[in-house]
């Protein structure tokens, strides 16, 4: 069994709080000597040492979302995450590894032109350019559960489309099993990608099995709250998959690509033992120094409130999506 439990036993619930989750996330890049002693992380202050410092804090975001077209979702009870939560608690290593950097170091990033490519085992690839993402496929909202692996979750309205609808444009061929992505890879405009910073060999990948990527459910979004994407949230479209950790739903994504085996992920190739391909959303599952039953939903309280709620199988959209697995271990392919 690839999961490892010993190590959380001294921890209890109450001390898990998602600040030591993130700082045991981060710990595991230290040890493997992306980040020592010192490393980036401990001379964050010095000179030249910094790759973020080049954007001084006053300076007035140069990034406009503007407001898009789209289906409202049907009303529904989650309570939503405010939008000033959504765009400046984040997870983008690109720019970043405290979940303030991205909406700090995100600000110039440049989305025009853009180009996603759609290609691999399809019989007929394409590429979107910038307009297109938004013109090519009638957008609608999406109010889904987002749960990060550290154990914090939130309500996001999304605007995009299903990425079933892009992937039957391209008409994949019988030989299509996975699908595979690709965040942009521009060290100019990431700082995090001229050092490792974070220990991830860029660009970002991920991955889905063709049947989670066809399943309504996975979406591509353009926007949130009414409006174009903002940088720090994976401008100008990004992956959502609702009943998988956070860490699936790739940002700024440039490549879609069919493929016949199952493709790396970047997490997964990190720390396999601690992040899996799968990465279904499992209560039952502890992520090996720490427990996945409960999540803080952040809602209008403090960042650290407490707000602690039972995490559910799948995240909640069992219903939809359970069928996938049927007949899988879901502790060996966590
Ligand atoms: N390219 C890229 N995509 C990424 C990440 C990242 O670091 N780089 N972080 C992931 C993680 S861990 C989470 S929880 C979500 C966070 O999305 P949000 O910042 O929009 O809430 O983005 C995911 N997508
Ligand atoms: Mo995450």
Known sequence: MLIKNKGI????????????????RRD?????????????????NAANANPFSFFSKEEKPLFETK????????????????EAKVISHNNFYEFGTKKSDP??????????PWQLKIHGE??????????DLYKQFALE????????????SMVIPWLGFSLAKLIKQADPTSDAKYVAFETLH????????????????????????????MNPLSFLAVGLYGKTLPPQNGAPIRLVVPWKYGFKSIKSIVSIKLVKHQPPTSWNQLAPQEYGFYANVNPDVSHPRWSQASERRITSGGLF???RITTLPFNGYGKDVAHLYKGMNLKKYF
């Not at 036993?9 to 045991?24: C, F, G």
């Not at 909406?103 to 025009?112: G, M, P, R, S, T």
């Not at 220990?199 to 989670?212: A, K, M, S, T």
Request: net charge neutral.
């Open 186 to 213: 521009d060290k100019e405009q990431m700082p995090g990608q001229r050092s490792r910073f974070g220990g991830i060999n860029y660009p970002y990948v991920e991955g889905l099995r063709i049947d989670e990527a």
């Open 67 to 82: 407001p898009l077209d789209f289906k409202a979702a049907v009303l529904d009870e989650q309570k939503r995450t405010p």
């Open 103 to 112: 909406v700090e170091n995100a600000q110039h990033f440049q989305v025009k």
């Open 9 to 24: 036993n001294h921890l209890t619930e109450a001390q898990v709080t998602d600040e030591s989750i993130y700082h045991q």
């Open 28 to 44: 595991v890049i230290k040890k493997m000597g992306f980040i020592g002693a010192g490393g980036l992380l401990a001379s964050s």
């Open 122 to 131: 399809v019989n007929k690839p394409f590429t979107l350019n910038y307009d």
């Open 141 to 152: 909202e999406r109010i889904y559960r987002l749960r990060c692996v550290e154990a914090w």
């Open 305 to 307: 409130d407490r707000n």
